[in-house]
């Protein structure tokens, strides 16, 4: 389950203002992002503020009724730049 400060993070970028979702919707987002990223080959403990904007792009773009294909898009560019960098660290040289 999703950290506070971070469903909090998330809920404020939605303008979700009720907890209602929190449980059933959001927090599942995120841990479905996270283990996506994580699925890709993203270390998610670096580039901490880069994997949370990417967490928020993700469930803007599967929060509600009907996904939004421009957030996922976002998303998806997004974790594949994340994955590419996590790939090749400059340790690596």
Same mark, same amino acid.
């Given at each position: 389950m999703? =950290?506070?400060n /971070?469903?909090?993070? @998330? #809920?404020?970028? /939605? $303008?979700?203002t !009720? ?11 995120? =841990?479905?992002?996270? +283990?996506? /990223? #994580? ?5 998610? +403990?670096?580039? #901490? ?14 929060f509600?009724?009907?996904?939004? %294909?421009?957030?996922? %898009?976002?998303? +998806? $560019?997004? $974790? %594949?730049?994340?994955?590419? $960098? !996590?790939? @090749? ?5």
């Amino acid at each position: 389950m999703a =950290d506070d400060n /971070l469903l909090c993070k @998330v #809920k404020t970028c /939605l $303008r979700v203002t !009720t907890a209602a979702f929190d449980d059933d919707e959001i927090s599942p987002l995120i =841990d479905a992002c996270i +283990e996506d /990223l #994580k699925g890709a080959g993203v270390d998610t +403990e670096k580039n #901490k503020n880069l994997v949370e904007r990417a967490i928020v792009f993700y469930c803007k773009g599967h929060f509600g009724l009907a996904p939004s %294909n421009e957030w996922i %898009n976002i998303y +998806e $560019r997004l $974790r %594949n730049a994340l994955a590419s $960098r !996590t790939a @090749v660290t400059p340790d690596e040289f």
